[in-house]
Nanobody
Framework: QVQLVESGGGLVQAGGSLTLSCSAS????????MGWFRQAPGKEREFVAA????????YYADAVKGRFTISGEKAKNTVYLQMNSLKPEDTAVYYC????????????????????WGQGTQVTVSS
């Protein structure tokens, strides 16, 4: 089992920046991919970004491409999400996720590729 703990959420004005962190503990040697999803009130959870921990290969949702940067630090079992140029529509609970299996690239955009989930951290962007 893997436990994930997120940190770094908060309130920021539009145009500002925040960095989220997610640290994994437990059976971390099995982790292949880590990522971030978000869920806004009244909406379904959606993919934000993912990273393959061994290679550093990254994937982004179109809505955040060019504004968000995901990075993984395998030695620390930690993944970061640097969020710049934040918009009110980025307001959501952000969830960290991790997976054990190796998939074709397209699978990492979907929650089924992730076996473990954090509790979530709130990000609020004011206009």
């Amino acid at each position: 089992q893997v436990q994930l703990v997120e940190s770094g959420g908060g309130l920021v004005q539009a145009g500002g920046s925040l960095t989220l962190s997610c640290s994994a503990s437990g059976a971390t040697r099995s982790i292949n991919n880590m990522g971030w999803f978000r869920q806004a009130p009244g909406k379904e959870r959606e993919f934000v970004a993912a990273v393959i921990m061994s290679s550093g290969t990254t994937y982004y949702a179109d809505a955040v491409k060019g504004r968000f940067t995901i990075s993984g630090e395998k030695a620390k079992n930690t993944v970061y999400l640097q969020m710049n140029s934040l918009k009110p529509e980025d307001t959501a609970v952000y969830y960290c996720a991790a997976g054990d299996q190796i998939y074709h690239a397209w699978r990492y955009y979907f929650s089924a590729a992730y076996d473990y989930w954090g509790q979530g951290t709130q990000v609020t962007v004011s206009s």
